[in-house]
């Protein structure tokens, strides 16, 4: 099959595939599709993410659909209710001048009832998650009896979700003479047993060898200590300006953890996982799907569904355990003919993991460097530029303007004017990094695992301890001013934008910055006490985000100080309740003890 043409497709299925720009169909396509529409063969799809398999069965049920009949003819069941709602508008789509077509996805977090009435009108195509179609099925409101083809997309992730028991009731509703069509990313073991329970001698598809990475992907490997994770992601995000990518970690609470990190610290990030409502997972997809946000920190199972091409960047926060998820994760990227990053932040006891996963997948991880303080400015600084120089003026616009800009820069050189453009946005990433500490973890004294470290090791751990305890004394001595400013998250400030914007002011980059407390509306931040008295002058009146800045001083910073939080009330009000709460319990056990006597 050269093109879609080639099929005798329906003229609206045609034309159709003809807007959205299908002509040449993908591997998987192409072996699937004209088996489909021939046979009523069992089949077993393998292909990577990405290479299309949902058109491979979605045209096909599309076509093969019998439109005089609303009863449900073809049931595809997906593991998450994100890959659920991309199946259903991806066939949506192909099927758009199809008329008198129903499809209809049915998942938890959505009204059962809207379901059941979109179910008993016209629902030739149901596209549901396993635990929703088995209630409704229980409920008697999905009857699939006359189901022609049961298609389980993402088969080996539903087994590995625990929803094999779901599947073996929903099976078995289905009569045995009815075509079954398992695809997926990976084929595990796990998947045979299910497999030679339910299907009849099924023919197997793979367009490229099971679990063998994309060739258009890159696999690098940061080694650090468990603890700078964090700040890998950070530095990846710094070094690469126009990132676009995926963060994955193992668990949900990981996950928000590392998301509201990153907001806070000025990246444009959000989070996806379990604990979102429907109408949260659907905003968040949505604004990631349209490119307003940079990175997604999402966990393997909630980043179902999410199907974007364009992504340049896939960050392994943690490895997974099973290295075929590996494959899957960094499927994301690379595709279409574009090339794409897969990253695995890593630290030494997980060598054993990166080993399994190249023997597994055969890809090749190249070791690299966390990228230095140094680093990261020169690329942000020559990225400022190249934005600097591509920015499209609008003349009439800023005409009006130029004899005040021009009054206003009088005296300024041209070396000095482009410094001062430059510094105002730069600045802040000098600011940061120009003490930055180097986090990789050395190759060669990491082959110990730990367990032996030389003497020059020790020496330098011992020098390490000595200059922070230095640190530690200078900063104590120091006298700090604690002052309020009228700016906070809500104005998109943070630590580091603080820190810039009070440099850039000051001129001085050898003052000591205390407490930094970034409030919704308003901030509190501590400086050396030797800058407060210049301090209101050069930051009152400035412009921040649209906003005039305005200090004032507050109450002195004492000097170790532990504050008192909402958190900290909480719990000694709690506390005052705890010899009522002993009284009653041993009240209770003395009731025990009598009743047992």
Known sequence: METFNDIKLSKQITKSLSELGFVKPTPIQAKTIPLLMDSNNDLIGSAQTGTGKTAAFGIPSIHLTDLSDSRTQTLILCPTRELCMQVTSDIKTYSKYVDNLGVVPIYGGASMEVQIRAIKKRSQIVVGTPGRTKDLLKRKKLFIDRVERVILDEADEMLSMGFKDDLDFILSKISTDNQKLFFSATMPKKLSSIVKQYMNNPVTVAVDPVNTASTNVKHIVHMVQARDRYEVVKRIADINPTIYGIVFCRTRRETKDIASKLVYDGYNADALHGDLSQSQRDDVMRKFRKGQLQLLVATDVASRGLDVNDLSHIIN??????????????????????????????????????????????????????????????????????????????????????????????????????????????????????????????????????????????????????????????????????????????????????????????????????????????????????????????????????TIVKIEGSRPAPANRKDRTRKDSYKKSKSSNRPKNRLKRSMDNRKFRKKKN
Do not use: W
Request: proline share 2%; with cysteine; aromatic share 8%.
């Open 317 to 546: 926060f943690n490895l997974p355990d099973d290295p075929e998820v590996y494959t899957h994760r960094s499927g994301r990227t690379g595709r279409a003919g574009r090339k794409g990053i897969s990253i695995a932040i890593v630290h030494s006891r997980e060598t054993r993991k990166v080993r399994d996963i190249e023997k597994l997948s055969g890809v090749r991880f190249e070791k690299k460097l966390v990228p230095t303080g140094e680093d990261i400015c020169k690329k942000q600084l020559f990225s400022l530029i190249e934005k600097i120089k591509s920015v499209q003026v609008d003349n009439e616009k800023i005409e009006p303007f130029l004899d005040t800009i021009n009054e206003k820069l009088e005296g300024l050189s041209r070396e000095q004017l482009i410094k001062q453009f430059v510094s105002a946005e730069f600045n802040r990433f000098v600011s940061y990094y120009k003490n930055a500490r180097d986090i990789n973890i050395n190759s060669k004294d990491s082959r110990d695992g730990g367990g032996r470290k030389n003497r020059s090791n020790r020496d330098r751990s011992r020098n390490s301890r000595d200059k922070s305890r230095n640190n530690k004394d200078r900063s104590s001595r120091v006298k700090f001013s604690r002052f309020h400013i009228n700016v906070g998250s809500k104005n998109n400030v943070n630590p580091v934008k603080l820190i810039g914007l009070i440099n850039d002011n000051l001129k001085s980059k050898n003052m000591e910055i205390g407490k930094i407390e970034i409030m919704k509306g308003f901030s509190f931040f501590e400086i050396d006490e030797k800058f407060s008295k210049s301090l209101a002058g050069a930051l009152n009146g400035k412009n921040f985000n649209g």
